[in-house]
């Protein structure tokens, strides 16, 4: 616990994130990913930690910020020019999880169809009072 106690919040903060990355896929048995994921996200605490530790705080800060924040532009964006219901128009998503995965496929497939001219099922809600 004293490893723990000495992080500065950046690095706890990526510490966490990482923590739950390799959990999610520990519980899909995706071990190599899980192994890869955990010894890149020692690295990376240890080199958050080390800016931290030489008074670079603030960078340490927005490397970790940083794409949370362009992510959440993004979504802003992509929302506010009607990108969504663009992309509703043009295509199907449609998800199909395979009961016995094997080498050659995934545990969870996305396939992307052509939306079908008749109905109207968008994956949104079109009655959103925003």
């Not at 190599?32 to 603030?58: F, Q, R, S, W």
């Not at 959440?72 to 295509?91: E, Q, Y």
């Amino acid at each position: 616990m004293r490893f723990i106690d000495a992080l500065c919040p950046p690095a706890l903060l990526y510490l966490l994130f990482v923590t739950i990355q390799v959990a999610l896929d520990l519980s899909l048995g995706m071990l190599m990913t899980a192994a890869v994921k955990t010894l890149l996200g020692v690295a990376g605490v240890v080199i958050l930690d080390a800016l931290c530790g030489v008074d670079l705080g603030v960078v340490s800060w927005a490397i970790v910020a940083t794409p949370f924040i362009v992510t959440a532009l993004a979504t802003s964006i992509s929302i506010g020019i009607g990108l969504d219901k663009a992309v509703a128009t043009k295509a199907k998503e449609t998800f199909a999880l395979s009961p016995y995965p094997t080498n050659a496929t995934d545990d969870v497939t996305v396939t992307m169809a052509a939306k079908e001219p008749a109905g109207d099922d968008y994956p949104f809600s079109t009655s959103s009072p925003l």
